[in-house]
């Protein structure tokens, strides 16, 4: 049985709250308006999910006529019902703007609020005086309930499963305040060259991390993360079997994006730690304390946790497959970006504006240690003040919606002669001829530039200088390293979703480290192109090539091609 809802009076308007009568009142002079129209289903897709049956907080003064709202038509499929609710029985009401937006979802709440405006005009005319029912509506009532019974019956049993199921869900859920998210990456890493005269083989690698960010008052953030990988350091890396680190600390122009910077070691401590042992790689709590201001501080924290990284090739997972290529050496400097939450550290945000902002922290990478036991028992130092530690600030502006940059500067201070940026063979060592436990100052300056030519094209890149200098004054020695970076950044190429990238530039190279007959100037290639199987598994082939490795021309030209899985959950 189908009614014409304009046609039925207020016996109408009582069906339409029974939840049964919209599906079956849409009768109409065609069979066409019996559902919407491929246009009207796209753009309820494109729509959020509010409904038009809105709060009485959201909602425009009581509405009287259907062309109060702007976006019903009299061509549209329920415009008679909406004109019999608005202008007959008054308990529709449109949202601020003057619109109905018909084709959203409804939720539970704006039901309620809907239901609950029709239940009192209902009962405003069941008492009226001037208009009561007659024996003839109820009667018309009545036959209707009986009809529709069975659907009546299916959809309470529907509300009560969904309650049922949602008390299950919030009995067993994991928290109200934490979120749980994921990264897994699978890769094989081959590569050629070096110096040893023979190729390694194939390696599979492995990293997972899992992060809890959990907020206690809405606008803070406290951040845990754990992390496991397969990568050997020493003997068992892919740089010492090419022969590009001869300090054993896996330092080098060959390194992949994803590897933590000392894998296999502890640093502190100088002992080893196994494949795949589970570690505390994210601590880190982020609180607001003004409009403009924001506060952090953890024991396991990156200067990355911090600093915007402004160019598009940053993403470990997801991006660039090299080190060389995901940032700006001055935001490594001191492991600040090791990738197993080497340092404690605290600092701050400020804002100027949406379009400037300041960044700085203060970094302690032997924080929980009490004594100096020396070289080599404890080479970094001990205590939040006394041993190696970082000073690093980041001014960040946007001068236009298309261009992004990144001013940084670093003061360091270590207990030994190392640079801690992973990025080089000559990382440990930096001072040459000096001994490695000869402490060491560091000043370092670099920016990175992002041009967004369109929302698919971007070019990128980054240039640094590290200026290091004898801290014991027992040696009159200085040097200093360089670096630039320039890139092409492409997205939704060939297909939405997927990303590429092709990157030149010249890794971190100090002339005074290298011998002057085999001096070079080294340079890296790199291309990768990331293909989004779905929203949460990607794969990224690509490669890069070492042009005179480590800056010796004695070197040979190396290769490293990876094939890289990334999982997100």
């Known amino acids: 049985m189908k009614v014409n809802l304009p046609n039925f009076g207020r016996v109408g308007l009582l069906c339409l ?8 009142a849409m009768a109409v002079n065609s069979p066409q308006q019996d559902s919407p129209t491929g246009n009207q289903k796209q753009q309820s897709a494109d729509l959020s999910t509010s409904s038009p049956l809105v709060l009485a907080s959201e909602a425009i003064e009581q509405v009287t006529s259907v062309s ?7 061509t549209d499929w329920a415009f008679r019902a909406l004109q019999s609710l608005i202008e007959q029985h008054g308990c529709i009401a449109g949202y601020p703007n003057g619109t109905y937006r018909g084709n959203r979802a409804l939720t539970r709440y704006e039901f309620a609020a809907g239901l609950n405006a029709c239940l009192d005009r209902v009962n405003e005319l069941i008492t009226s005086t001037g208009e009561p029912f007659t024996k003839q509506d109820l009667a018309t009532l009545q036959k209707l309930q009986e009809e529709f019974s069975a659907e009546l019956a299916t959809l309470r049993g529907r509300v009560d499963a969904v309650e049922a199921r949602t008390a299950e869900l919030e009995a067993n859920q994991f928290s109200t305040t934490t979120k749980l998210s994921g990264e897994a990456i699978i890769a094989a890493i081959g590569a050629r060259g070096g110096t040893t005269g023979s190729d390694p083989n194939i390696i599979l690698t492995n990293r997972v991390r899992l992060n809890l960010t959990t907020s206690f ?14 990568f050997l350091g020493g003997a068992g890396s892919l740089q010492n079997s090419l022969g590009l680190s001869p300090s054993g600390l896996s330092d080098s ?15 502190k401590t100088l002992s080893g730690v196994g494949a795949n042992s589970v570690e505390l790689y994210k601590l880190l709590y982020i609180f607001p304390v003004a409009e403009k201001l924001t506060l952090f501080a953890g024991t396991a924290a990156e200067v990355s946790d911090a600093f915007p990284a402004i160019t598009p090739f940053y993403g470990e997972g997801q991006e660039s497959i090299s080190r060389f290529g995901n940032l700006n050496p001055v935001l490594r400097v001191s492991g600040g970006t090791s990738g197993s939450g080497l340092a404690s550290a605290a600092g701050f945000i400020y804002s100027f504006s949406p379009k400037l902002d300041l960044r700085a922290l203060y970094g302690s990478v032997n924080a929980n240690l009490p004594q100096n036991q020396g070289f080599p028992g404890t080479p970094l130092g001990a205590g939040v003040f006394n041993g190696s530690s970082v000073i690093a600030t980041q001014l960040t502006f946007k001068p236009t919606k298309a261009i992004d940059v990144g001013l940084n500067y670093a003061n360091s201070y270590h207990q030994i002669n190392i640079l801690g940026t992973g990025l080089t063979s000559h990382d440990t060592g930096a001072l040459p001829g000096v001994p490695l436990d000869t402490p060491v100052k560091i000043n370092s300056v670099g920016g990175t530039l992002t041009w967004r030519f369109s929302p698919q094209v971007a070019l990128s890149g980054y240039g640094a200088a590290m200026f290091v200098d004898d801290s014991s004054n027992n040696f009159d020695a200085s040097t200093t390293f360089t670096s630039w ?23 971190l190279y100090s002339s005074a480290s290298v011998a002057p007959s085999v001096r070079a100037t080294p340079y890296h290639l790199e291309g990768y192109y990331r293909f989004r199987i779905n929203d949460n598994v990607s794969i990224t082939p690509g490669a890069f090539v070492l042009f005179n490795p480590e800056g010796d021309s004695t070197n040979r030209t190396t290769a490293v091609g990876v094939l890289r899985t990334t999982f997100t959950f």
């Open 17 to 24: 709250l029974s939840g049964f009568l919209p599906i079956q």
């Open 68 to 74: 109060q709202l702007s976006d019903v038509q009299p």
């Open 217 to 230: 008052t809405g606008k803070d953030l406290l951040i845990t993360g754990l992390q496991a990988h397969n």
């Open 253 to 267: 122009s060959a390194r992949t994006g994803f590897e933590p910077q000392f894998p296999g070691l502890d640093v």
């Open 485 to 507: 970076m320039v890139g092409l950044h492409l997205k939704d190429l060939l297909q939405k979703g997927n990303t590429a990238g092709l990157i030149f530039g010249q890794p």
